[in-house]
Structure formats: C-alpha cells, structure tokens
C-alpha cells in the first residue's frame, strides 16, 4: 500500500469528468482503493475520491462512522465503483465540509438530506444504499468530485466559505449558539 499524492484546488483533474470502471474484479482498481484508503486515513479524511489522487475513474472511498465501529473501535471503509444517485429527498441541510484538495479550509455546503445511491464493490457485487445524516453527505461530496465539481461550488452563503480557523472564530461559533 502507499499514500498517493493528492491533487489540489486549481488542478484540471478535480474539474474533470472522472470514467467509469469497465471490468470488476480488476487487480488495478483493488490496488487503487487500497491506496485511496490508506492516503484517505492518512490526511484524516472521511472520504476520497480518484480524480483527487490524478486517476480519472469512478471510485471513491468513504468512511460512514456507525455505532458498530464505536463499540468495536474499528474503522470501516466503503468503496464504491461507478455510484449513481438514483433518489435525492425535497429536503436539504446546509453543514460544515471540508476537502482534502482544499486543505486549511472549510465552508458551508447545502446538501440533499437523505439519498439513495447505487454502485459496485471491488468485486462487482451491486451496493443499493439509503443514506442520511453524514453518511449522505460524504456520498454526495464524493460523488461530486466525480463530476468534476467541488464544494465551494455549492455553497449555502458565498460568505461561509474560509479558512478554518477563522471560519471556526466567527461562523461556527456563532451559527452552532442559534
Ligand atoms: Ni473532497
């Protein structure tokens, strides 16, 4: 395994459209989310996506802490190959994201609340999912950078959006109290 360099806000390939995996199992895409895997833990990320490691292909990789992973003080990684959302709820939630390819920064991002997504694991098998909460706004995040798109690209206010600290100072301080 190694820790693959990751992209940054400004590179073409986080603005490009990543290409679907054309055959599973593929020794290639196992490598790959092992190493996405790896690289995501060690820059303390909850998600990742290729386009950011400079791979155009459809797989990302997520974590969606569960209770289980409290009580077992495991960490459970997903890895999802060419996902597609295929049900997004009228309702939407604005929370705090932050993006390995725009490190030291954080903004407020608008997101669907609950979601349903589909796609493959390393082996081919299809995952059918419900997602909510955190788990649904990794997979939107990511799903995003497949499409070529960012979050600042979806902010809630063009004004919440900075870096962390002071977003943390002045946004999240206040915004958390009301
Ligand atoms: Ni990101």
Redesign the pocket.
């Known amino acids: 395994m190694s820790i693959l360099k990751i992209a940054k806000l400004g590179h073409p390939v986080l603005h490009t459209k990543a290409l679907a995996v054309k055959k599973l199992p593929n020794p290639s895409i196992n490598t790959l989310v092992n190493d996405m895997s790896e690289t995501m833990l060690d820059g303390k990320?909850i998600?990742?996506?290729a386009p950011?490691v400079h791979i155009n292909k459809q797989v990302i990789v997520f974590r969606a802490p569960t209770e289980k992973e409290n009580e077992q003080n495991t960490i459970e990684i997903t890895a999802l190959i060419n996902p597609k959302i295929t049900k997004f709820s009228n309702e939407t939630n604005d929370d705090w994201e932050g993006?390995?390819?725009?490190p030291g920064m954080t903004g407020l991002v608008k997101r669907y609340s609950t979601i349903t997504y589909e796609g493959f694991d390393m082996n081919g098998n299809v995952i059918k999912k419900d997602a909510e909460g955190l788990h649904s706004r990794v997979v939107q995040?990511?799903f995003d950078?497949l499409m070529g798109i960012?979050?600042i690209s979806r902010l809630a206010d063009n004004r919440a959006f900075g870096f962390t600290d002071e977003i943390q100072e002045y946004w999240k301080n206040h915004y958390e109290k009301e």
């Open positions: 990320g998600g990742l996506a950011q993006c390995l390819s725009i995040h990511e950078h960012v979050y």
